[in-house]
């Protein structure tokens, strides 16, 4: 019998396709490729295949390839242009490039086909940037991004923001349990975020018309599951489409969180000890409430890190779904779940942030150091506070980038 290596150098993936279907009237939205390994093998179920190429160190690989035969098929089929292909992408494809072999097909797909990238919040705690990274690359293409399995991990709500997904897709675990107060949570969070932001909700997991009058009470309007069709050959014959709409992509902003919120709110000039109180509330709040928020925070040198801020900061991390502390010398985990960066930018040297974002919770104190030369406690900032929700994400998205700053090619070899 051939091993796993012998599979994936065969490049031995065939791909199959469940259709996503517009609730209210339902027209084709499009497909999700999904994967399968070579039949009558231990590796035909999509668990085992890629539990075996992890095993082997090659699971981005596979990876790559399961896109590959997805789009492949896609092209020879001829899918039409309003139909949009749905393709998942595991967080460690995110950082090795496409295998040359399968490149040709990568660069025919992101000319001809309409495709949405379906990501995870896996990757968030060990490579934040990565996410933003994928999130930018397929976005360059013209391809949309869609966040996967909301309401399966807390995490996902808190992510939201930053990923800035055209597509939510339910996890098919809250279809059932419609009463449960979790559920009642999550969907509260994503119908504001699709109320704020146009993105469309996709209810995953429908195989009964109960099922589907529930998707409909929790804002979905793009279904998908046996209901409407199982996994199988990608089909021609498609009748009645519908276009999904894509968002416009997010403002890539590589100024420090200072530069980005003193350009829209009031500066006012302080010292230390009276910004202490305002930053110990917004890391409170961080830990606070049924869907904590998202702390991020930057503390100029590793010495303000101080005994005292790494317990609260660890205590914090067992609640909120990340904790990051930045700052000149401070390790990669400061305090015990918390993720720490030693960035090198001079111009984050000087400021002094704390961004607290979640689904129900948005506020940012951003201040900079005027360089005084006097006691710890009166030493003078200036600062800005706000709790503008797209200014705060703004301000998020441009400290992520630090935790790891590399940019990760997605589409090109």
């Known amino acids: 019998m051939a091993d796993i290596h012998d599979v ?37 179920s999509p668990a085992a295949l890629f539990a075996a190429a992890r095993v082997a160190g090659r699971e981005a690989e596979l990876d790559w390839i399961c896109r590959a035969v997805a789009y492949r098929a896609a092209l020879e089929a001829g899918l039409d242009d309003r139909v949009t292909l749905f393709v998942n992408m595991e967080p460690t494809a995110w950082r090795i490039a496409c295998p040359p072999d399968l490149a040709p097909v990568v660069e025919q797909a992101r000319r001809r086909l309409r495709v949405v990238t379906e990501m995870t919040e896996r990757v968030i705690a060990d490579d934040p ?13 013209g391809w949309g991004v869609a966040l996967d399995d909301v309401g399966a991990d807390p995490m996902s709500l808190a992510l939201m923001p930053f990923v800035h997904p055209d597509v939510v897709k339910l996890d098919m675990g809250l279809l059932h349990a419609p009463d449960d107060p979790h559920t009642a949570r999550v969907v509260a969070a994503v119908s504001a975020y699709a109320e704020a932001s146009g993105a469309t909700v996709l209810a995953e997991g429908i195989e009964t018309a109960e099922q589907l009058a529930t998707a409909r009470t929790m804002g979905a309007t793009v279904g998908q599951g046996w209901y409407y069709g199982r996994p199988g050959p990608l089909t021609t014959r498609i009748g009645q489409t519908a276009r999904l709409p894509m968002l416009a992509r997010p403002i890539e902003d590589d100024r420090t969180p200072f530069e980005i919120v003193s350009r829209h709110r009031a500066v006012t000039r302080t010292n230390k000890k009276q910004l202490m109180p305002m930053s110990r509330h917004l890391e409170a709040l961080a830990g606070d409430g049924p869907e904590p928020p998202v702390l991020l925070a930057c503390f100029q040198e590793a010495r303000h890190f101080t005994p005292a801020t790494r317990v609260r900061f660890g205590r914090i991390a067992r609640r909120s779904p990340m904790v990051a502390a930045l700052g000149a010398g401070l390790d990669r985990e400061p305090a015990p779940g918390v993720r720490g960066a030693c960035f090198g930018d001079d111009r984050l040297r000087g400021e002094w942030n704390v961004i607290v974002l979640g689904p129900h919770r948005a506020a940012a104190l951003v201040a900079r150091d005027l360089g005084d030369d006097c006691a710890e406690p009166d030493r003078r900032f200036d600062f800005a ?29």
């Open 8 to 44: 994936l150098d065969r490049r031995a993936v065939t791909p199959v396709f469940q259709p996503l279907l517009d609730i209210a009237t339902g027209a084709l939205i499009g497909y999700e490729a999904l994967s399968r390994g070579p039949a009558g093998t231990p590796w035909e």
């Open 129 to 141: 940037a990565a996410l933003l990274s994928a999130a930018a690359s397929c976005r360059d293409a």
């Open 385 to 413: 506070l706000t709790h503008e929700r797209d200014l705060v994400v703004r301000a998020a998205r441009s400290l992520l980038r630090h935790l790891a700053p590399v940019r990760i090619p997605i589409l090109t070899p």
